[in-house]
């Protein structure tokens, strides 16, 4: 098994008549982690896009998008915030950790947040923050993450 990894952008660039199958994979992806409902494939591109000018949507996958044996079998995302406070550095939000369940064990979360970690270096993040539950702390603190504080959310 070859197992590549690039942009979720980039691939759907080299591949873009292939654009109902990626965002069907990668929706199928994303539904083992929540709802991850069908949407039109220009809103698809468009929100692509829209994280890619702040931010990238890094993935594994196997096989290309023409072949039966496609599929996205891990993802992770990373939104850049620039701050004022400390010395206008940003800070990276890490999202939408996930990896198909027939290929965890393999170091699949670890490659993707590795790469994550390294953009938001590159992007003069001076941290990296992402929420998790309590059960999956262990996978983050063994690639550095420390748990601080709580979250709050309020969903509409």
């Known amino acids: 098994m070859n197992i590549q990894f690039i942009s979720l952008k980039n691939l759907i660039d080299k591949n873009y008549k292939y654009i109902n199958i990626i965002k069907k994979k990668y929706l199928l992806l994303l539904n083992q982690l929540t709802q991850a409902t069908d949407i039109s494939d220009q809103l698809f591109i468009n929100n692509i896009n829209t994280i890619f000018i702040s931010g990238l949507i890094y993935i594994a ?24 406070i400390r010395g206008g550095r940003s800070v990276g939000h ?36 992402l929420d998790c539950y309590d059960e999956l702390c262990p996978v983050y603190e063994k690639i550095g993450f420390e748990k601080v504080g709580n979250q709050m959310s309020l969903y509409y």
């Open 61 to 84: 996958y196997i096989c290309n998008p023409y072949d039966d044996d496609f599929e996205i079998i891990a993802s992770g995302t990373i939104f850049i915030e620039p701050k004022i």
């Open 94 to 129: 890490i999202e939408d950790i996930v990896v198909l369940s027939t290929y965890r064990g393999l170091g699949l979360s670890k490659n993707i947040l590795n790469e994550i970690k390294n953009y938001g270096y590159k992007n003069n993040c001076y941290k990296l923050i």
